[in-house]
């Protein structure tokens, strides 16, 4: 995978250059889909020839489906397409799970041999692209795109492929079918969108990650304070590496003309679960939302339906993160906290005392989300005893220096998250020649202070 590696560095400012000289839409279009099957192909080839073709049959299911006189035809269309999509989805991501499942049950004496595959990188989040376009051209909110080209262009954008957000097709089809290159005002703002997103990555998420995996390695090893800090840590962790692949992608996407929907909005600073779900990964929240929540009834049923529904619905939001009973759940954790919140009425509470409730809610999911079994978490449960001196949090990190500037971190982030709107409107104010100062001198600052250990993006396993 080309985005986490040293070669990324060349390959983006190259197909940049290369994209800046096609004077037509069209070339553009052509040569941006060709740069993103390299960039996926790079990886693994084979993977790359089930993304074209499970691509095609979305595009041909949605020609069809758009042809068809009659709503039975129209509905096994969208079937055929939907199935393929979750077929797909379910062998590469679950088949072992229900495999190991089924063998602790004793109902099979071994793993078959065809469940051994590498999981595709990204193919959460291509597939649930890919099925949104197909229930939009059901819906008729869409015409089916006619060009195969371009549909695929669509499917495998490279700045999103492969951790989203997870675009909707009315909002970046007709991006991609008008290509063209970046107005000068605008490069240096995606310069330091980009910025903004490796210094999440680079300076904090791989920082924290260090404490975070001594921890959870060893659940059995560690008390209260440990374990509490590890998990705040993965809190952060886990926003900054997710929130800062964002920031990159709509950075790189806009050096091609196209603006990426925004994937985070100040999640920790929510005041409810309810405004903290439409705050975090809002891409996929809005997702379920739409194409699941919303057919369901939504909210016009009677309570207890709804109820229901809101559990569901993240509890398939907990499994769509990966094949592990810690993640359903983690699904279930917020689907109760939901309902519970809708009951007390307090989804629109501007209390303090609440929210500051709903974020240790939020930490307490993230220790669920970030066990690697149902075993794990009853020892770190176990182990919440505040027998530990609190000089041993230093012990997982090995630096008092490393543990401040983690610290650090987390409060500049918050204070950067607080004065969003306000240090933006600044950056816009000060000119460009200042700007670009600033953002070389975030560069040598990052190269520095940067923890460049190679590690993955999280949610590349999802």
Not at 153 to 162: A, G, N, R
Not at 203 to 208: G, W
Not at 373 to 384: F, G, K, T, V
Request: glycine fraction near 8%.
């Amino acid at each position: 995978m080309l985005f986490n590696s040293l070669e990324f560095l060349v390959f983006f400012p190259i197909v940049l250059w290369i994209f800046s000289f096609q004077k037509s839409v069209g070339s553009r279009q052509i040569f941006l889909l060709l740069a993103s099957l390299f960039f996926y192909g790079y990886w693994k080839f084979e993977y790359l020839l089930l993304l074209v073709l499970a691509s095609g049959v979305d595009y041909l299911a949605a020609i069809q489906l758009e042809k068809s006189s009659t709503h039975f035809r129209k509905k096994v269309c969208l079937c055929l397409s939907i199935f393929s999509n979750l077929g797909i989805l379910a062998y590469f991501k679950y088949g072992m799970f229900l495999s190991q499942n089924l063998k602790a049950w004793h109902w099979i004496s071994a793993d078959p041999e065809w469940l051994a595959v590498v999981l595709p990188v990204g193919i959460s989040f291509y597939t649930f692209q890919a099925m949104g376009y197909i229930i939009d051209v059901y819906r008729g909110r869409l015409l089916a795109e006619r060009s195969y080209l371009r549909f695929l262009l669509f499917i495998t954008f490279f700045p999103q492929l492969v951790a989203g957000p997870i675009e909707r097709a009315p909002h970046l089809l007709g991006q991609l079918n008008a290509l063209r290159n970046i107005a000068r005002d605008k490069i240096l703002p995606a310069a330091a969108l980009i910025m903004l997103g490796f210094w999440k990555k680079l300076f904090l998420a791989d920082r924290l990650g260090v404490y975070v995996d001594s921890v959870f390695r060893e659940p059995a090893a560690t008390g209260a304070p440990t374990i509490l800090l590890a998990t705040i840590f993965f809190g952060f962790q886990i926003y900054c590496d997710f929130s800062g692949y964002s920031d990159i992608a709509r950075g790189i996407a806009r050096f091609f003309g196209v603006e990426l929907m925004l994937n985070f909005r100040r999640p920790y600073l929510s005041p409810s679960l309810t405004a903290f779900w439409r705050n975090w990964h809002i891409s996929l929240s809005g997702w379920f939302r739409d194409y699941v929540y919303h057919p369901l009834g939504g909210n016009r049923l009677v309570h207890s339906q709804l109820m229901f529904n809101l559990l569901l619905v993240f509890a398939l939001s907990g499994i769509w993160h990966g094949a592990n009973w810690t993640f359903l759940i983690w699904g279930f954790w917020h689907g109760f906290g939901l309902v519970a919140e809708r009951q007390l009425g307090m989804e629109k509470s501007g209390n303090r005392l609440y929210s500051a409730g709903v974020m240790v809610w939020v930490f307490a999911g993230w220790l669920i989300f970030r066990a690697g079994s149902l075993h794990d978490i009853l020892l770190l449960l176990q182990h919440l005893r505040f027998s530990e001196p609190l000089s041993a949090i230093l012990e997982p990190m090995n630096s008092k220096t490393e543990l401040l500037l983690s610290l650090l971190g987390i409060a500049g982030l918050m204070l950067l998250e607080k004065n969003t709107d306000a240090l933006g409107t600044a950056f816009r104010r000060i000119g460009p020649v200042v700007q670009s100062i600033g953002l070389a001198a975030a560069l040598v600052l990052l190269l520095w202070l940067g923890k460049f250990s190679g590690s993955d993006f999280i949610y590349f396993q999802f």
